[in-house]
């Protein structure tokens, strides 16, 4: 299931990957870190390990069953192209929004910038 966002550039959230790593000064105030303590505290399966990253397989499909057309922001609560996260799991999630293009998958700024040093690497 999508979450509807507030935030003004997208409609929903889908975030198959929850946590990451804290690496540069840039990471000190990391929202995603914030909202991941607030939902385990919540008691929210999906965060039960907190930041910590962790891979959702079971998410994968939920873009399938979104009928209404979404701008999706995709992993806002992670880094999708973080080190750990395997790249046959980076390519289902891309086999998957080249699967529904009825909606529009976006990333954050620093996400594509990982995605570029990954490929690099
Ligand atoms: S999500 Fe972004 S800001 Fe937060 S810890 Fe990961 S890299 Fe840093």
Known sequence: MSLRSKIDWTDSTWN????????????????????????????SAKYSNGFELTIHEDCLDDPYSWKKPNRVFVNSMSDLFH????FEFIS??????????????????????????????
């Open 16 to 43: 198959p990957v929850t946590g990451c790593t804290k690496t540069s000064e840039g990471c000190v105030n990391c929202y995603a870190a914030r909202m991941a303590s607030r939902l385990q505290k919540m008691g």
């Open 83 to 86: 080190e750990d996260v395997p």
């Open 92 to 121: 289902k999630v891309f086999q998957v929004m080249n699967d529904n293009q009825q909606h529009i998958s976006k990333f954050s700024p620093s996400v594509r910038k990982g995605f570029v040093l990954r490929l690099a690497a």
